[in-house]
């Protein structure tokens, strides 16, 4: 017998995506077999799944605390925004259409068959699945034809706890307003609330939970404290980026405007001998840094404009000249080039712009996405690492004759004549703890094993929600799907 819960928020970013992953591992850690579920997500930080396809990050996060192999049943509905009024909408693991959001509203309805076909084929062969909906039930604007929140909880018949984040102040007005504002159907389906990122003594909430419980009937499942080692475990929202200080090595990464899979940033920010520096907008690119990394994008056309209008190809320039390193990741390797053509006009009007010019090497964009998990050596050391491409385009030129990766036995990536400029379609790279120090020359030498970390987190996360969070309550309250 197959059992379901589904946490969902009383706002955005209550920190779903971390109690899934940690209720997973708790569970796991039980001798339970268990399976992350999240009907829709908006993330630009995929991942590549076994079957082929991409999830979002952070469903790829769970199945890894689930002790599951990532697999697109886990997201069936990805949207992947490339303007402020569009998306990709990517459908069990593939890219479906790109529309408007007004136009997906009218159409997101058509796509629960599709949803509960993959939860049902998860919920086959575990013992839980933990199924995390998206910003909040309360957004009852966005009710008709719901597939994310308690339009699937009521389709699937998927009891729901409601999260509080007490962090951002006003908790009790979330949980209890929540209430207010559903319908008696749709509250019907919570059974229960906890409240999460509490700092300080969570004695001094009693009366809080007191109030929250006699306004809503439901019983609390607990209050967690702040977990203080999130930061280790791979982020997914563009907005948890963050700078990190470590050591004297000093990587930049400018933060593009439709920035995408940025989780190569976490294995260097997790390291101690690092320090990653996040750019914003109207700051320039530091002088003293060691490594400029530019990351992917959804839209590399419009990220190319929007890094020159803040004035970083000049600053990119003088680092250049005092020799030091860059590197970019997909988009970022193509804006790296000498040009980048979009002749069927798939980020928008067909055109092709001039690159920043710092790697001989054309991009044409193509429809066709490459989608990929793989092995790969870096050339100069032979030091193996894992990682995968997520990217349309094909990149050639005069700097590609000077490869510095072999993947899947093919040649891969960039580089200048004196290999301080180096490019890659190749995402994951820096999870490998020898290719790690290897690119980085020794300036980020450490004892620390990534992969280990972030076993050792997502087991301290389990074991903090053991204290703090009621699961045998939670076990109590999922239901036979």
């Known amino acids: 017998m197959t059992k379901a819960i589904m946490i969902q928020g009383a706002g955005s970013n209550v920190g779903k995506s971390m109690l899934v992953a940690g209720i997973a591992r708790a569970f796991s850690n039980r001798g339970l077999s268990v399976a992350p579920f999240k009907p829709q997500n908006m993330s630009n930080n995929a991942a590549v799944t076994v079957d082929g396809g991409e999830i979002g990050r952070a469903q790829a996060l769970q199945a890894l605390a689930s002790r599951k192999d990532s697999h697109t049943d886990m997201n069936p509905v990805l949207l992947k925004p490339e303007s402020e009024t569009g998306a990709q909408i990517v459908v069990q693991g593939q890219r479906w259409d790109t529309l408007r959001a007004r136009d997906y509203g009218k159409i997101k309805h058509k796509l629960m068959p599709r949803v509960l076909e993959s939860f049902q084929r998860l919920a086959r062969d575990v013992d839980l699945v933990v199924v995390e909906g998206a910003g909040s039930p309360a957004e009852v604007n966005l009710r008709a034809g719901d597939i994310a929140n308690m339009g699937f909880a009521e389709a699937a018949g998927v009891p729901v706890i409601l999260t509080g984040d007490i962090d951002r102040g006003g908790v009790i007005a979330q949980v209890v307003g929540t209430k207010t504002i559903l319908p008696k159907d749709d509250a019907d389906l919570i059974r229960g609330f906890c409240i999460n990122k509490f700092r300080g003594d969570v004695r001094l909430f009693d009366e809080g939970l007191t109030a929250i419980i006699d306004h809503t009937d439901w019983p609390s499942l607990g209050v967690i404290p702040w977990f203080t080692d999130a930061w280790r475990l791979p982020a997914e929202d563009v907005m948890d980026i963050r700078s990190h200080s470590g050591g004297a090595y000093k990587v930049a990464v400018p933060r593009l405007s439709r920035i995408m899979n940025f989780d190569d940033l976490d294995p260097l920010?997790?390291?101690?001998?690092?320090?990653?520096?996040?750019?914003?907008?109207?700051?320039?690119?530091?002088?003293?840094?060691?490594?400029?990394?530019?990351?992917?994008?959804?839209?590399?056309?419009?990220?190319?404009?929007?890094?020159?209008?803040?004035?970083?190809?000049?600053?990119?320039?003088?680092?250049?000249?005092?020799?030091?390193?860059?590197?970019?990741?997909?988009?970022?390797?193509?804006?790296?080039?000498?040009?980048?053509?979009?002749?069927?006009?798939?980020?928008?009007?067909?055109?092709?712009?001039?690159?920043?010019?710092?790697?001989?090497?054309?991009?044409?964009?193509?429809?066709?996405?490459?989608?990929?998990?793989?092995?790969?050596?870096?050339?100069?050391?032979?030091?193996?690492?894992?990682?995968?491409?997520?990217?349309?385009g094909v990149t050639t030129g005069a700097d590609c004759e000077r490869p510095w990766l072999e993947v899947g036995g093919r040649n891969e990536g960039a580089s200048s004549a004196d290999k301080r400029v180096r490019g890659t379609y190749l995402h994951g790279l820096f999870t490998s703890d020898a290719f790690r120090a290897d690119f980085l020359e020794g300036g980020a030498v450490s004892e620390m094993n990534y992969g280990a970390t972030v076993e050792q987190t997502l087991d301290a996360l389990a074991a903090h929600l053991e204290e703090h969070m009621d699961l045998d309550l939670l076990w109590e309250l999922a239901e036979p799907v």
């Not at 000249?321 to 860059?326: D, P, Y």
């Not at 970019?328 to 390797?333: F, V």
């Not at 798939?346 to 010019?357: C, D, F, M, N």
Request: with cysteine; glycine share 12%; aromatic share 6%.
């Open 269 to 392: 920010s997790a390291e101690p001998n690092v320090s990653v520096e996040i750019i914003e907008q109207g700051r320039p690119l530091p002088g003293d840094a060691d490594l400029i990394l530019i990351p992917g994008s959804k839209a590399t056309i419009a990220d190319l404009a929007y890094f020159r209008a803040q004035g970083w190809d000049i600053d990119l320039q003088a680092h250049v000249r005092r020799g030091g390193k860059v590197l970019g990741i997909c988009g970022g390797y193509q804006m790296l080039g000498k040009s980048i053509s979009d002749p069927e006009g798939i980020e928008g009007a067909p055109q092709t712009v001039e690159g920043l010019g710092f790697l001989d090497v054309e991009t044409v964009m193509i429809p066709k996405k490459t989608l990929a998990r793989t092995k790969a050596r870096y050339l100069e050391t032979g030091a193996e690492l894992e990682g995968y491409e997520i990217h349309l």
